[in-house]
Structures are given as C-alpha cells and as structure tokens.
C-alpha cells in the first residue's frame, strides 16, 4: 500500500522579522486525523509558525503544502480551504453578541443553510456558549472567551484546527475541560489539530506525535510518550531533573 501523503506538509521554512530569523530551516508534516503538538520556551517561534502556515506571516523561503498543493498566501484562502487558527489570547470581536462572534467565524462560507446546524453543533460542545447566546463577547470570562474563539473557528468548518497557546491565561478547570475538548473534536469529528503550548504536559499526553521547536529551530521530535519520557524534555520543559 503506498503511503498517505501529509495532510500539511511544512519543508525547510524560513520566517524573519526586519533582520531577525524566527524560524530557521523548519520542516513539519501533519497526518490526516493526527493530534500534533509544538512545544518550546517563550520566544521560540511557535507562534511564528501557526501566523504563518495561516498567512497572517509571510515567509521568506521554505514551501508549506496543504492536501497536496502549496498552500495560499492569501488568509482569506487559507481558511476557505480548510485551516483556521485560533490565535493566542483569543481576540474574539468584544461589542459583539456570542451569536454575532461566531456568525463571524462563517464568513468564507456560502452554505448558509447549514448554519444553524453548525451552531448547534458547537452548542453541543459548549453549551455555556448557548446560555450566553445574547451576551457581549467582551462580558465572557476567560474560559468562555477561549470557548467562544474555538466555536468560532468551528463555524468555517475546517479541514485542520490551529490552537495557538489555548491554556493561556485559564483557570486549571477550565485548561482541563479544553484540552478534554480538543481531544473531542479529533476523536468524534476526525478533526486534524496542530497546538503550540507551553503547558508541555498536557499537550505531550493529549498528542499523537509532537516537535521541539528551540530558537527558531526543530530540535527534537517523536511520539508524546516518548518526549514526555525523553530526559532532555523532562529537565527542560517539565521541571523534572530525576
């Protein structure tokens, strides 16, 4: 049986700011149906590369392809063919209803018929989000903003999700509930995830496989039972020196 190609499939990505190189030589693959986590320290580049393989970033060399073809530069491309993110710090439109925010997330969508559906859908995962329904973005808390930026994604109905940092800022009940959530989504609607997280645990436990990005670069990869066992890993992200 020939092998299945990527469904994202990242070679030799290079990003820079002005003179500074945030990510240097980068290469990543994402399988269909795979839970992928990217951990590393502040300043590593992990929220370089979800901004760029979602062309809010543009890249100086490298390719990122996405189902077999070089994926688009244009964002509004990028989601209408399959991939959102749902940014650090959530950034959910503040004056606008729950409803409103994440009618937004629709916006590439022609479907509209299927929008209620949707909604329902995401109110099955986050019914606190249908209590709110009428409710100011901006009203929410943290753990219902985090909720609602991850609806809101749902609503364009994506072929892969993009989490940049979805623990960040979240109370320890709320951080288990979403990464309960995440696992969800891959497991019952087939979702394909890629995670950037600091909480290195978590998303070692939660993924199928995962990357060390350090200074702009991979610097180890495997399954996240092994980098979870990996010494290296355990003293430098985890705290454990034994």
Known sequence: MPETPPLLNIRSLVVHYGGIC????????????????????????????????????SFTSGNIDFSGQPLSKDPYRVVKGGITLVPEGRRIFAPLSVRENLLVGAYTRADRKELDKNLEEVFSLFPRL???????????????Q??????????????MLLLDEPSLGLAPIIIDSMFETIVR??????LTILV??????????????AYVLRTGEISMEGSGKDLLEDPRVRASYLGITS
């Not at 985090?146 to 072929?159: D, F, T």
């Not at 989504?185 to 087939?190: A, T």
């Not at 290195?200 to 993924?207: D, K, R, T, V």
């Open 22 to 57: 945030a990510l240097n030589q980068v290469s990543l693959h994402i399988g269909q149906g795979e839970i992928v986590a990217v951990i590393g320290a502040n300043g590593a580049g992990k929220s370089t590369l979800m901004k760029t393989i979602a062309a809010v970033k």
């Open 130 to 144: 249908k209590e709110r329904l009428h409710q100011r973005g901006g009203t929410l808390s943290g753990g219902e």
């Open 146 to 159: 985090q909720m609602l930026a991850v609806g809101r994604a749902l609503m364009s109905h994506p072929k």
């Open 185 to 190: 989504l891959n497991q019952e609607m087939g």
């Open 196 to 209: 950037v997280e600091q909480n290195a645990s978590l998303a070692l436990e939660m993924c199928h496989r």
